[in-house]
């Protein structure tokens, strides 16, 4: 039998942000379930792992309940989380999104929605009927929110900031080699323009080869602008790479374009990748255009000079 190591049990207050930090923990990595009825909690416990599933990958589990949840009492509930961490010894968290009543009834006027426990009442009744509901739940939880002052974003980073864990939450780095004949990628967050380098395309020897193959990368190194540029473009993702990852970002990729994306923006990316790989990222390369066949009317030549 094996569980995840880690479990946070989220609740508190409707408005007071629990959809937006249960979402953030989704794209951080975390398994996430929403108003599970709590007789069904032990079984989703005990469910094995598919068959061939490394238990030491097992992904931390988020459970989102409030008032709304079948069967909720908060005093049970306490009583079940400390018998759960008894059975199964797991680090069991508990996390309470509170807010002032002010600012829930405003958050409930402006998005014009009926509170739960006050469908035909106004939302205040229903606001503090559920805080009377839920204080057991606060009073025991081991870290609580108070959402009042905090914008959306805020929450993210706040959920970010407490629960983020070493190579879970990190994003998908993807390095990108394309041609720009062949139309820009629309996913690129950050792009590099590679054709102001000598374009292997104009040699005849190295036209049927790609930017993976050392002849090809040692004619495009020979170019004055080769070094000094790709090293401070290599500096430049080792700073901003980790501000997107603060940011929250989730998917980020970087591309490199070339005319025909065969040679120079398949070896700039390749070299990147590998830059950044031994700098502790985990970048996945993909050359869109690398089986694509050379056109001579797409490449260019340097004007008044020799083969671009």
């Excluded at 495009?220 to 993702?237: F, G, N, Q």
Aim: with cysteine; hydrophobic share 35%.
């Amino acid at each position: 039998m094996s569980q995840p190591k880690t479990i946070l049990l989220l609740s508190g207050l409707s408005g007071a942000g629990k959809t937006t930090a249960l979402k953030t923990l989704e794209d951080m990595g975390w398994e996430v379930v929403d108003n599970l009825p709590l007789l069904l909690l032990d079984r989703l416990l005990d469910t094995p792992l598919p068959a061939g599933h490394d238990a030491q990958d097992e992904r931390p589990l988020a459970l989102g309940i409030d008032a709304r949840t079948r069967g909720f009492d908060a005093e049970a509930i306490v009583q079940r989380i400390k018998a759960l961490r008894e059975r199964h010894g797991h680090d069991i968290e508990t996390l309470f999104l509170d807010c002032s009543g002010a600012e829930l009834e405003r958050r409930f006027a402006e998005t014009r929605r009926r509170h739960p426990l006050g469908l035909d009442r106004p939302a205040a009744d229903g606001i503090a009927r559920e805080r009377e509901l839920t204080e057991p739940l606060r009073r025991w939880a081991s870290q609580v929110i108070d959402t009042t002052g905090l914008t959306t974003n805020a929450l993210q980073q706040e959920i970010r900031n407490r629960f983020s864990r070493e190579g879970l939450s990190e994003p998908v780095l993807t390095i990108l080699s394309f041609g720009y004949s062949r139309g820009v990628p629309r996913n690129a967050d950050l792009m590099f323009d590679m054709r102001f380098l000598r374009n292997p395309h104009w040699d005849d020897r190295l036209r049927p080869l790609t930017g993976l193959d050392p002849a090809v990368a040692d004619y495009i190194r020979e170019d004055p602008a080769y070094e000094e540029t790709v090293s401070k473009i290599e500096d430049l993702l080792a700073t901003l790479l980790p501000r997107y990852a603060e940011g929250g970002k989730t998917y980020i990729t970087v591309a490199f374009g070339c005319t025909g994306g065969k040679h120079r923006s398949v070896h700039v990316a390749t070299r990147v990748a590998k830059y950044l790989q031994a700098a502790g990222f985990s970048p996945t390369v993909l050359h869109r255009n690398i089986e694509s066949a050379p056109q001579d009317s797409l490449e260019k030549r340097r004007p008044g000079g020799p083969k671009a």
